[in-house]
Every structure is written in C-alpha cells, then in structure tokens.
C-alpha cells in the first residue's frame, strides 16, 4: 500500500518568456569559486534590482558563523530569480512574474543574516533536518536502542531539535548559473541522532520552478526526513492573507493529530472534513471550523496528507498540490518523491518578524507544503520507513513548479 512512486522527473513544459524580469537575466554573477561559500560580488545590474528592492542585498548575508563563512548566492533561469543562503541553505527570495509579468518574491525571508539568526525561529525557507516535523517525547528506538532527542515543542522534538540543518552553515558550490549544490556533515550523536550523515542538498532553477534535490548517506543506522520549509505567499510575500488562495491537495486521506501535533497512527478520509482540498478550494473557507477537533489542535491546517501519487498502483505523475494566488494569478504545482505532505497555514505567525522589503509576517499570510515522510514515523511502524541504513543512499526531489492564469 505504502509503495513509493520511483518516477523521474515529469517536467517539460515550456513558458513563454515574459519581459518584465529580462533584466535580471543579466543582472546575477555567479558566485562560481570552488571550496567553500563564495560571497557574490554584486553587478551593476544585480544593484539594480537590490536597489528596486527585488533582491536582498549580499553584503548583508557575508558573516562568520560557527567559523564558517556565510553568504548569498543568485540562481537565475528565464524570467525567474532565486537568492539562496548556506546558512540553513535557506531559499530568501523566489522571483516569478505574476500574470502581468510583474516580478513577484513568492516566498517569506529576511533581507539579512543577523535576522536568519536572531529572530525566533520560524524556518523560513530553510532545509529541516535530520527530522522534518515532530518525533512524539523526544525518543525513538533503533535496533533495540532508545535515543533521546531535544524537546524544542512541548514534549517533542520538532524540526531537527535544539539547531537543525536551518540553523548550521552548508558548504556552497555553484555548478552553474542555476544550480547551487550545498552539502553539510551531521556528527554522529548531532542532537542525539546516531550516525555521520552526509547529506547534499542542490536547488535547481528550471525555466519553469525550482527542483531541490536531497542525497544522504550515513555509517550507522538512523532516522532521516528532510523538508524544505518555504513559507509561500503567492500574491507576494507581505501582501496579506493567503485565506483566499486556491488550494487542492492530490490526498484522499490524512494522519491526524492528538492535541501536541503528534499523529494517532490512523489515517483518516479527507472527504466530509475541512481537509478535503480534492478539488481547488479556498484556504480560509473552514480553517476556522473548530467544531472540527482536528482544526482545533491544529489551531488552523498543520497536518500532514497521504499522497496519491506514493500509493499509486504505477507511477502516475501526478502533483501533489496546487496552490493559485488570487490576486496574482501565481500557479504553484508541488511535485515529489515523497509519500507525505505537511500542510501548515501560517498559525502561528504573529507580525512580529521584519520581513526583506519592510513588510512582517502577519498571522495566516503564507502558508508551507514541506514534503515529507510522515511526522513521528520512527515511533509508527505502520507508517512509511524513515530508517536509512548504512550502506544505503536516501534520495528525493521535490519540484515547485510556477505558471499563471
Ligand atoms: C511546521 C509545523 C508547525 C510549525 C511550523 C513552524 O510546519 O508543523 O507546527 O511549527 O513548522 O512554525
């Protein structure tokens, strides 16, 4: 039932290019140096669009952290811009152009690195490791021996502990214009998971979305579920509430929580609940129906579907979500390797963080589709395996794919 789908990557279609971002095609350097993280040298034409306030700007990301050097690094294709920084390999700004053409910052982010490190941790943008979403109490066993985890969310661990994979220094290597590789090295007994994993993250942008893929090994068994944790406002980051989003999740079923978010072990039907986004519905229309129990502990959507696509009897291509912005016309199709998808609509955000472009994070103004293994899954046999042991190769992709109507 749990087969996992092993199909390549379905993505050809090919977009017209749309002017309004040209000069951008010209405007981004490649950082390009071998070894470690490169701080990019701003053109005249990256300045421009700094200065028009389209792209942070890479002085304010060149920092030392932990001994290692941070930086921003650009990845540019066709009409569309990403910044990515090797501090949490965090995506800062995701440039599409709306159905006008007008450029568009899709995606939450801070415009320095003091900010990725100071603010209150939100998980913006960053790759969540080495265990996206929650483990209930904090402890899991593995071949017979127990291991104990930081409790960062009530009783459980959450997102990778104490400082995951969002909040560690990667090493960077741009391949080329489009592709940043970046790689980092989790210590076995690193926030008490067994095993040196190595694992390698590359962003990819296409002509029509970005691609993360992930590679992990380790020399000793152990648990691994990574996620990008990209908070999306596809009217733009800033504008408002995502309430009025369209959204259609490719899940019939869901695994719901008890009252800390931990999953019961059961799947469940979406259809008669508000979960059911089996057709384009608006987010906000029952996210606020806390008859619904469900609703309630999620204090809104933070739950993880089951996807059609990984229990498809053949691969079948399908997304797994398509998210429109209502007042940009953005079309976001989520594909992915991956069986689950956490869908978290903003609750917890509360205005209080300074985003890029003077604006704030106000409640329920983006939302995130991490791909994922099931939450808790080291504690739920009856869940898909997120056991890599040693010898063996994890890999996943994920593809954000962006278009307009
Ligand atoms: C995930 C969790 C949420 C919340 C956010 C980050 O999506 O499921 O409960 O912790 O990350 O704020």
Redesign the pocket.
């Known amino acids: 039932m749990w087969r996992r789908s092993k199909t390549a990557h379905p993505f050809i279609n090919k977009r017209r290019y749309m002017n309004k971002l040209n000069f951008l095609c010209s405007a981004i350097l490649l950082a390009g140096c071998g070894g470690n993280q490169q701080p990019v040298t701003a053109t005249a034409e990256t300045t421009t669009a700094i200065a028009a306030g389209l792209l942070p700007n890479p002085d304010s990301f060149r920092d030392t952290v932990d001994g290692l050097t941070t930086g921003l690094y650009f990845l540019h294709n066709g009409n569309l811009t990403a910044a990515i920084t090797n501090y949490g390999a965090r995506v800062v700004s995701l440039i599409v152009p709306d159905r006008n053409g007008n450029p568009t910052d899709v995606v939450l982010g801070y415009d320095s690195i003091g900010k990725y490190i100071h603010q209150p941790?939100?998980?913006f943008g960053a790759i969540?490791g080495r265990y996206?979403?929650?483990i209930g109490q904090a402890k899991f066993k593995l071949n017979g021996k127990e291991y104990t985890l930081y409790k960062n969310?009530g009783p459980n661990t959450?997102?990778g502990g104490k400082k995951g994979f969002d909040a560690v220094v990667w090493t960077a290597r741009k391949l080329d214009t489009a592709t940043l590789r970046l790689t980092y090295l989790s210590k076995d007994g690193e926030e008490g998971y067994p095993g040196n994993l190595n694992v390698t993250v590359i962003y990819t942008l296409d002509s029509n979305g970005l691609r993360i893929d992930y590679d992990a090994t380790t020399d000793k068994p152990t648990v691994l579920n990574l996620t990008n944790?990209s908070y999306f406002n596809l009217n733009g980051q800033g504008s408002g509430t995502i309430n009025n989003h369209l959204l259609q999740l490719y899940a019939d079923h869901y695994t719901p929580v008890d009252s800390t978010?931990i999953p019961t072990g059961k799947v469940e039907p979406v259809a008669g609940t508000p979960f059911d986004f089996t057709k384009p519905t608006t987010i906000g229309g029952r996210v606020d129906d806390t008859a619904n129990q469900q609703i309630k502990f999620?204090k809104g959507y933070?739950?993880n579907f089951m996807l059609l696509n990984s229990i498809a009897d053949e691969p079948s291509n399908l997304p797994a979500a398509i998210a429109t912005g209502d007042l940009s016309g953005i079309v976001m199709s989520v594909y992915t390797d991956q069986p689950g998808i956490?869908f978290?609509g903003g609750?917890?955000?509360a205005g209080t963080n300074p985003l890029k472009a003077g604006k704030t994070d106000g409640y329920r103004t983006a939302f995130?589709l991490?791909t994922q293994h099931f939450?808790n899954s080291p504690n739920e046999p009856s869940f898909p395996s997120t056991t890599l042991k040693a010898g063996e190769k994890y890999v996943s992709w994920t593809f954000f794919k962006f278009s307009t109507k």
């Open positions: 941790d939100t998980y969540v996206g979403n929650r969310n959450l997102h944790h978010l999620g933070d739950h956490q978290y609750n917890f955000m995130c991490e939450p």
